[in-house]
């Protein structure tokens, strides 16, 4: 955030830190009666101020990291690759050959590509599981790491706390701001394949892995919440990145250890004798959004994610604010 942004931010009408409102002079008149009086006024006068800066404060966050080259370039990249999945789809089928995959229930991933030449909509799905091991909870990784650590080495940190902004505050206007960009990233990805898939591919009524057809209506819906699903899913990975934000004062040594601790993540979730952690990995049911596409939808595996997801926000939400409550700014 540059300084005359901070500036913008700061003119709310919030007091500055240290200094209060003038008392009303002591007379020996009664106070009036009605809402107007002082008593009224002090109860009801600082919480929509403290509301409106609230509010403003996240309104600056997203306009400044969704304005940003990088997060721009990080969204073009994401739109991209459902557009290479339905072009490596649409010619490997062009001569009347097939795409095989997945496991023996079809509930992996990659089995929706042997769809997705029957109905474009699977290309949505496809995509999803295309990127989220990687491309998604790595664009997340970069825009959470850089959330504190990018203002402390740009010398702008330290201005937002004077502008006046309360830690805490701050600190959820940058948490909310990852989880619009997760909501965000995810839609680019579905919206892009739903897209490709419908000018490259037929749509109609949507086979599930269970067997049964459901309508094309129905099928979108179900796209829909699997987005939801998917973003739900990357929660975790944002507390993480915050809290690495607020470890270190540079930017890309943040957005460098958030991105190596989900590769670190990922590859200890593919090791079969570290089996008795992975249910604790936040990675782990990442995929289980493909039981939305069962009929009837299978809830364990969702419920297990949402859970650990939410667990691992109350955790590494709660050392981020531990930590950034007692850091030292210095720049």
């Not at 309360?166 to 948490?175: C, D, E, Q, V």
């Not at 929660?235 to 989900?262: D, P, R």
């Not at 089996?275 to 782990?284: C, E, G, Q, R, T």
Request: aromatic share 8%; hydrophobic share 50%; charged share 10%.
């Amino acid at each position: 955030m540059s300084r005359a942004e901070a500036d913008a931010v700061a003119g709310t009408g919030t007091p500055a830190p240290g200094t209060s409102a003038p008392a009303a002079p002591e007379t020996g008149a009664p106070e009036a009666p009605g809402p107007a009086g002082p008593a009224s006024a002090s109860d009801s006068g600082p919480r929509p101020v403290r509301l409106a800066w609230t509010l403003g404060l996240f309104r600056s966050e997203l306009s400044i990291t969704f304005r940003r080259w990088r997060t721009l370039a990080l969204l073009a990249v994401l739109a991209a690759v459902p557009v290479l999945v339905g072009i490596a789809v649409k010619i490997e089928t062009s001569d009347g050959g097939s795409i095989g995959g997945g496991g023996p229930d079809g509930g992996g991933g990659p089995a929706f590509i042997a769809q997705v030449t029957n109905n474009g909509l699977f290309l949505v799905f496809t995509a999803l599981a295309a990127t989220l091991p990687f491309f998604l909870p790595m664009a997340i990784g970069v825009v959470a790491g850089d959330a504190i650590a990018g203002e402390a080495s740009a010398g702008t940190l330290r201005y937002l706390l004077v502008a006046p902004a309360g830690r805490t505050r701050l600190l959820l206007a940058k948490y909310a701001t990852t989880l619009t960009f997760c909501l965000v990233a995810t839609l680019v990805v579905a919206v892009s394949a739903l897209a490709v898939g419908a000018l490259l591919f037929p749509l109609g009524e949507v086979t599930t892995i269970s067997g049964t057809r459901i309508g094309f209506g129905d099928g979108l819906l179900r796209a829909l919440l699997i987005a939801l699903v998917v973003a739900a899913s990357l929660i975790g990975v944002a507390a993480l990145g915050l809290f690495v934000s607020t470890l270190t004062s540079s930017g890309i040594a943040a957005m460098a250890t958030t991105v190596g601790l989900l590769i670190t993540v990922q590859i200890i979730d593919q090791i079969p004798q570290l089996h008795a952690v992975h249910p604790y990995l936040f990675s782990h049911y990442w995929l289980s959004f493909a039981d939305l596409m069962r009929d009837p939808i299978y809830w364990d595996d969702l419920v297990k994610n949402l859970g650990l997801q939410a667990l691992y926000a109350g955790v590494f939400g709660s050392a981020a604010w531990a930590r950034f409550g007692a850091k030292d700014i210095a720049t």
